[in-house]
DNA sequence: ACAGTCGGGACACCCCGTTTGT
DNA sequence: ACAAACGGGGTGTCCCGACTGT
């Protein structure tokens, strides 16, 4: 592993993608201008440029990073030894709770919606995130059932997307209104999704009865 | 009753208004430019200019009548005069079945997002839209709770706010994925709650204890 | 003489002549727009151009308009039987006291600068306008001369250039400094030129002796 | 004293403005397009967008260098330790003569009539021009008065209107005409008044008698 | 290696003056 | 007299490359 370097042009370059990503998940691509960036970086277009070769590479760049930022942000306090539902709401709860930390939305909705006509590269990047994002609730959904938390018929993948699917879509009508009632709502809901997967503790032998076919998935 | 003559300039602003609706959904606000209007529309710039006095006051009536459409498409088919409960369940399955009849995606998550930093007038219009859609539901609701098809303690408002964001937030999933496994698992989802809300008809006196904590609001 | 009829046409195109006047004579030919024409008339595109063929022509109608009414208004009061070098005097009190009533300034100076460069309809149009003047103040003195009031010797088109041409440029300072102390100079020395053109009326035999050469125009 | 580097751009931005002078002096401001500048300089708008951040600050610009221009015509073999007087003459013949070296006409003349209506900021441009006009003629009877070469009641200030005035009304005259009649006219009759504000040299005693009232103020 | 200067070429939105059909 | 549309030009800004200097 070879100890990289961080030159000054690393930090120059690091430092136009932090405010570009600010810039960029809230105007989208066409509506950021390399003026925004400009006066949001403080250098020229000469300075941006010679980090990155296109307007496109440095929105690609700037989405990984804001992504990123978003994930920790959903990803904070949570112990990954702790049971995998209480791990499961509490992602729910950062993501309602911490939003404000993410200015201007989620950039998975956001770039999600801003790729969809064209911009192939940009797409690409958010469909990593998406991937990314489900991941990390399957695999902790598939640790819970291995540990016997969660029933062993649940398809972890269903659940990812049904929590990722209301929480984006929650969070796009809270921002349209103004209000984080949407968010509350989805939030319960979800909650009580992750409840009814709960393998009982006291009844082993009543394993689904008490589930109605309704919220199975 | 004054028939209102249709003239030849309100035919020409009308088709205007649909073709712009398809650009300005698929490519949002800054990512439509007139020269592709006048390409869509045939017109030149004078002939757009004379119609409208700017490209957001046509951006406005162009979402008008993408979320109008849009609306039409999801409310096909609904009975007004069948059960509650399976008018909105047609409701969710006209989104997801019949959802490649609005091309470039819904108009409301669309222009929610795009509106999210300025633009308060198509932001006002998306407002208006979800009020619309939120509204449609919550009277079909109140109506069924009238009629005694769904139970008494349900807040029509959060049903709603809960359909519309996971039917949105799923349909988002699946154009990124271009797969329709988010919108189906997320109508199976809705389903199961819908069905959590029937006043049991064999069982008056057993109101709501077969309701698992997991579906309650 | 056949007495022309005066149709509803002919009133329309007279009051598009006269708010059109004001409009050019403050804004200039290229900073009038038929857009504010449109707004200062009531009227459409099509309906102005019914009466003039292109925005030249009305211009120059609308000067002609304009300078007819200026002019007016400067040999209000005029005596014809007065005598002559009193007559100049009125017409340049008019000048200087009544310009308020010409809105925009001498449409004579403002025309002959918007035409410099091209526009020779426009500039044809002020040279007639000019001419007009200078003329009626060369008649004027030419009544003097030949009434003994006026020195024999004067040249009257010179001193009715040198009237012209010092109230303008005093007009012209005078709306720059927003002061009329311009106008107030160049009417006192014109008075006083004027003045030194006068026979003496007690001293038949002493013709010229008084007057310096360096006031012989 | 740091010797101020002069950049290239400086080099084309000072290119701009004396290429723009021309244009604007004579078409005037609305008269006077971007293509029209792009044509004179060679350059395209990107190009000159860089040096003005807009057309009326470009204008502005333009004007000042203008002025100075037809400053320094019209102060050409001026001997700020000839006599008062004959500085003055010579101010006016070069006025006259030199004339052509003005391509538009006067500057000052034109941006009075030009900015009469809106443009403050070119307004303000032309106040100042015409101040340091009259300044200077101020500023040399003054010292005319000091050194006893001109009587000590005269108001300098009003001399000074009294040229530029006739001066700017009789070049308005002279271009309208195109004959430069009204500027000699002019020429001649200031060469009078000016003589006439002379201290008699052979005669201390009899000081102002000889002045006619028509050359007083 | 890195950043700034300068300019290009295209295009943005909008409004121009004009013609045509009625 | 207007409604409708045209064709082109208005100013201004876009993203980017090439050059210049450190």
Redesign the pocket.
Known sequence: MTAAKV????Q??QRIIEQAAHIFNKRGYAG?????LMEAT??????I???F????ELAAEAFDFAWETARDIRLHDLDSTAPALDQLKQLIANFVDRRARVPGGCPLLNTAVDSDDGNPMLRGRARKALADWKGRIVRTLKKGIARGEVQDDVVPESIAILIVSTLEGALMISRLDDDPQALRIAQGYLNGVLDGLRVPATEPTRRRSARGKSTSL
Chains 1, 2, 3, 4 share one sequence.
């Open positions: 030159t000054k042009g690393d120059t370059r950021s201008s390399l003026s925004a403080g250098l020229r277009k000469g300075g440029y010679r980090h070769a296109s307007k496109e």
